[in-house]
């Protein structure tokens, strides 16, 4: 047995030990713990800044992409947004004990179905600190320890942020050991944890198709798939322009590294009007367009050097989660087109329809299949900070345990209790 076998598995013992004594937590507890890391985010802001910019200088050696590099960054303000968000899963309910189902059965005894913990949950994830304080606030809300593997490219920001954590966890005299890291184990740490059937409960990959493909492809661990977003916005022929081109811009240039920006642009052909201000905007504002010949009527001849670039559209095009600045266009000549399109080269994230039309916006939310389906509004709002839930563990792109944006309540499974006074089975 190899020394990081070892180590895993001795991080996973101590991961199982802290979630039986979190169990016993009750919400006020919980929620003190919470609050001391929120004021901890607060506090040590200066030290966690300092440790983020060394690891954005050696990723900026190291040649990480763009979009990496603005996930791993963090600012005052995203410090400050990331202490708020901890704050707002403080208001939420306690996701723990809550009767899901109950009746007497006909003997007497009382049967209800309530909710639990997961137990232990690990999450592998790539360049996103934020994922380490949104992880661990959800998982102490409803009651899991977890096991992280943040990755190198934030491993000084991750280790700032995890002293944090754990500090709170041991000023309020909850178990420190529900919260640690495996970062100092590499990828074959990671190996490890996706091998640790039976002592962790569920793992959660948030990355790119890279990542998440190689944690389901060789994990034993049972694992909810996240995150991947080829995400599409079809402009319908009664779309208003206006509305087109602020939805459109929003979902594209908002923040254009997340998995719930635009990537695909589906127009109407008779929806000349709203195609025109779209993509003449988006041009404007720098996005690179990969169109087809039908698109490209609807684009100046010449391009200012601050434009994007107009490039024709390939069928790898519309299978691309760009990450960046740029946007798959296609024109097509139907509802029924457009939906076949998305059901083609959907990851099952997000996709929105901009309409007029409430027969053609039924129809949509009816037969497009994904996690999320938006009307005449920006991708941008499946987030789980949008929905309410505070922070999110992922967004699934699976059907089966929860689906969409994960909070506290998707950390939870359930188990029957049975109150009896001697009853027997005849």
Not at 38 to 61: C, H, I, P, V
Not at 99 to 121: D, E, F, H, K, Y
Not at 273 to 296: C, F, K, N, S
Not at 329 to 340: K, M, N, Q, R
């Amino acid at each position: 047995m190899s020394e990081t076998t070892t180590a895993i598995a001795e991080t996973s013992r101590r991961a199982r030990e802290a979630s039986r004594h979190l169990v016993r937590l009750d919400r006020s507890h919980k929620d003190r713990t919470l609050a001391a890391i929120a004021a901890g985010l607060r506090e040590s802001a200066t030290s966690l800044l300092k440790a983020n910019a060394e690891d954005l200088e050696a990723g900026r050696q190291n040649g990480l992409t763009k979009a990496l590099l603005d996930r791993l960054a963090l600012t005052e303000e995203r410090v400050e947004k990331l202490a708020a968000s901890v704050e707002e899963i403080i208001g939420l309910e306690d996701p723990i004990g809550r009767v899901i189902a109950g009746r007497t059965m006909a003997n007497g005894v009382r049967l209800s179905q309530v909710t639990v913990p997961l137990g232990v949950v690990g999450v592998i994830y790539e360049a996103r600190p934020n994922v380490t304080v949104d992880i661990a606030a959800l998982c102490l809300k409803s009651g899991n320890a977890c096991i992280l593997r943040g990755g190198s490219a934030a491993s000084k920001t991750n280790e700032t942020l995890l002293s944090i954590i754990r500090e709170a966890l041991r000023s309020t005299s909850a178990p420190v050991e529900a919260v640690q890291s495996i970062d100092p184990y590499g990828r074959e740490g990671a190996d490890e944890l996706m091998s640790t059937r039976g002592s962790v409960d569920v793992l959660i990959p948030r990355g790119g198709r890279e990542l998440i493909q190689r944690v389901v492809t060789h994990a034993k661990v049972p694992v909810i798939e996240t995150g991947e977003g080829n995400v599409h916005i079809y402009l319908d022929a009664s779309a208003d322009p206006e509305i087109a081109r602020d939805v459109v811009l929003n979902a594209k240039t908002s923040r254009p590294s997340v998995c719930n920006a635009a990537e695909t642009l589906l127009i109407h052909a008779e929806a000349a009007e709203a195609a025109e201000e779209t993509l003449r905007t988006l041009h404007r504002a720098g996005v690179g367009l990969h169109v087809d010949p039908r698109a490209r009527d609807w684009l100046p001849l010449e391009s200012p050097d601050t434009a994007g670039e107009i490039t024709e559209v390939t069928n790898e095009d519309f299978a691309t989660e760009y990450l960046d600045l740029e946007l798959a266009v296609g024109v097509v000549d139907s509802l029924d087109e457009a939906i076949a399109h998305i059901r083609r080269h959907s990851t099952g994230h997000t996709e929105a329809i901009v309409t007029d039309s409430v027969v053609s916006a039924e129809r949509f939310v009816a037969e497009v299949d994904s996690a999320a389906v938006v009307v005449n509004a920006s991708t941008r709002f499946t987030d789980g900070g949008e929905f309410g839930l505070g922070a999110e563990v992922g967004i699934s792109t699976q059907k089966m345990h929860a689906r969409g944006p994960m909070g506290a309540g998707e950390l939870t499974t359930t188990k029957w209790v049975l109150r009896g006074e001697g009853q027997i089975r005849l």
